[in-house]
């Protein structure tokens, strides 16, 4: 099947209100804008270097995700035009996100990233340490970071039940931090969670924004 034919087929099984973001991270400039040709506007990329080549080729008004592990001194290259950054996981990268933010005039919007998988691999805050971030307060005098949510990743494993309960979680914590932190912020309100082969369980459990690569581009 084709690109097209992927997000053709997606975009019949995937609810309005859920957002697709199309994982492109080592694919190449010409199969994003294959995509953007179908109508594609969001995608993802985890890495910044590869990031700011193709943002210099593709056209502008796509709405770059980043959703790796982001470095600290490397904020400051995608400040100026990234839509979201998905792995907001420390206190420390939050202040420079915030430093960068201001220097381009500009607010950042972000998601907590949450670990509840059972792989040390995976990164984020655990949710007792996302929940001593939060009551620390020192997010809420970052006047350029919008906070939109939460992100996590379930275990990557063959048991859906597993995979269900980790969802759940997830939208668990999402609702306990609206509604001690951000019940008067209306922007906080993405469950990022879900990828190519658990988005079906993951928008069951409540996600409303879903990151696919393989069913879209096929394997790297």
Not at 8 to 29: N, R
């Given at each position: 099947?084709?690109i097209?034919?992927?997000?053709?087929?997606?975009?019949?099984?995937?609810?309005?209100?859920?957002?697709m973001?199309?994982?492109?991270?080592?694919?190449?400039?010409?199969?994003?804008?294959?995509?953007?040709d179908?109508?594609?506007?969001?995608?993802g990329?985890?890495?910044?270097?590869?990031?700011?080549?193709?943002q210099?080729?593709?056209?502008?008004?796509?709405?770059?995700?980043?959703?790796?592990?982001?470095?600290?001194?490397?904020?400051?290259?995608?400040?100026?035009?990234?839509?979201?950054?998905?792995?907001?996981?420390?206190?420390?990268?939050?202040?420079?996100?915030?430093?960068q933010g201001?220097?381009?005039?500009?607010?950042?919007?972000?998601?907590?990233?949450?670990h509840?998988?059972?792989?040390?691999?995976?990164?984020?805050?655990?949710?007792?340490?996302c929940?001593a971030f939060?009551?620390?307060?020192?997010?809420?005098e970052?006047?350029?970071?919008?906070?939109?949510?939460?992100?996590?990743?379930?275990?990557?494993?063959?048991?859906?039940?597993?995979?269900?309960?980790?969802?759940?979680?997830?939208?668990?914590?999402?609702?306990?931090?609206?509604?001690?932190y951000?019940?008067?912020?209306?922007?906080?309100?993405e469950?990022?969670m879900g990828?190519?082969g658990?988005?079906?369980?993951?928008?069951?459990?409540?996600?409303?924004?879903i990151?696919?690569g393989?069913?879209?581009?096929?394997?790297r």
């Amino acid at each position: 099947m084709s690109i097209q034919a992927h997000i053709a087929e997606l975009q019949e099984i995937i609810p309005t209100g859920v957002t697709m973001v199309a994982v492109s991270k080592f694919h190449p400039s010409s199969m994003i804008q294959e995509a953007y040709d179908c109508g594609q506007r969001v995608f993802g990329e985890s890495r910044v270097q590869e990031l700011l080549v193709k943002q210099q080729e593709l056209p502008n008004d796509i709405q770059w995700h980043f959703i790796g592990t982001l470095q600290r001194n490397k904020v400051k290259q995608i400040a100026p035009f990234i839509s979201l950054i998905h792995s907001l996981d420390s206190e420390r990268l939050m202040l420079e996100i915030e430093k960068q933010g201001a220097a381009c005039s500009r607010v950042i919007p972000c998601l907590l990233q949450l670990h509840v998988a059972q792989e040390e691999t995976k990164s984020g805050f655990t949710p007792d340490e996302c929940r001593a971030f939060l009551e620390n307060g020192r997010w809420r005098e970052c006047n350029h970071i919008q906070f939109s949510g939460i992100m996590g990743m379930a275990t990557y494993t063959n048991d859906d039940a597993q995979i269900r309960k980790e969802f759940q979680h997830l939208k668990s914590l999402f609702e306990e931090f609206k509604a001690k932190y951000f019940a008067d912020i209306a922007a906080f309100k993405e469950i990022s969670m879900g990828m190519s082969g658990d988005f079906s369980l993951a928008i069951e459990e409540g996600s409303t924004m879903i990151r696919l690569g393989t069913v879209i581009f096929g394997e790297r």
